[in-house]
C-alpha cells in the first residue's frame, strides 16, 4: 500500500469511528506505528468517558505487540496484547481526578476490570475474569 492510500485510510477510520477526544496513533504500539488494532465500540466509550470526565486522557499505553509487551514488562497474557484490544491505561497521578476517571468509565460501562497505580489507570473490557487490582 503506499503512503497516499495508507493515510487516507487512516483519515477514514478516524472519519468514520467520530472520535471526539482521541487520535487512533494514540492507541499504537509504540514498534508498530500506524497499525490500529483496538475495538471500536471501545474507544467509543472510551470517548464518552472522558467527555464525562471534562479533564484530558492521556494514554500511556494500548495495544502492545508481544515484543512491547516483554519490552514493558507487561504479564505474558496481558489484556493489551489481545486483537481487537479493548485496553488502555490512563494517566492519572491525584485522588480527584483518579474519581472523575473511574466515575465517568463507571458510567459508559468499563469499570469490569480495573488495575489502579500510584501514576495511572488501567481498564479493559477483555473476556477475562471480572477483577479490580492494585499495582
Ligand atoms: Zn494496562
Known amino acids: 500500500m503506499n503512503l497516499n492510500i495508507w493515510k487516507k ?10 472520535l471526539k477526544y482521541f487520535k487512533l496513533s494514540e492507541f499504537e504500539s509504540p514498534d508498530l506505528p500506524g497499525v490500529n488494532n483496538m475495538c471500536p465500540k ?24 508481544p515484543q512491547h509487551n516483554l519490552d514493558v514488562g507487561g ?8 486483537i481487537p484490544c479493548k485496553a488502555v491505561d490512563i494517566a492519572c497521578d491525584n485522588s480527584i481526578n483518579r474519581q472523575k ?7 459508559v460501562g ?3 476490570r480495573l488495575g489502579i497505580a500510584k ?13 479490580i487490582w492494585l499495582y
Open 101 to 107: 476517571i473511574i466515575g465517568a468509565l463507571a458510567e
Open 110 to 112: 468499563l469499570t469490569r
Open 42 to 65: 471501545f474507544l467509543k466509550k472510551l470517548d464518552k468517558a472522558r467527555a464525562i470526565a471534562g479533564i484530558p486522557f492521556f494514554i500511556t499505553s494500548a495495544y502492545r505487540s
Open 9 to 18: 485510510s487512516v483519515e477514514n477510520i478516524e472519519k468514520e469511528m467520530a
Open 75 to 82: 504479564v505474558q497474557d496481558s489484556a493489551h496484547t489481545l
Open 119 to 131: 501514576s495511572f489507570i488501567h481498564t479493559d473490557d477483555s473476556p477475562k475474569t471480572d477483577a
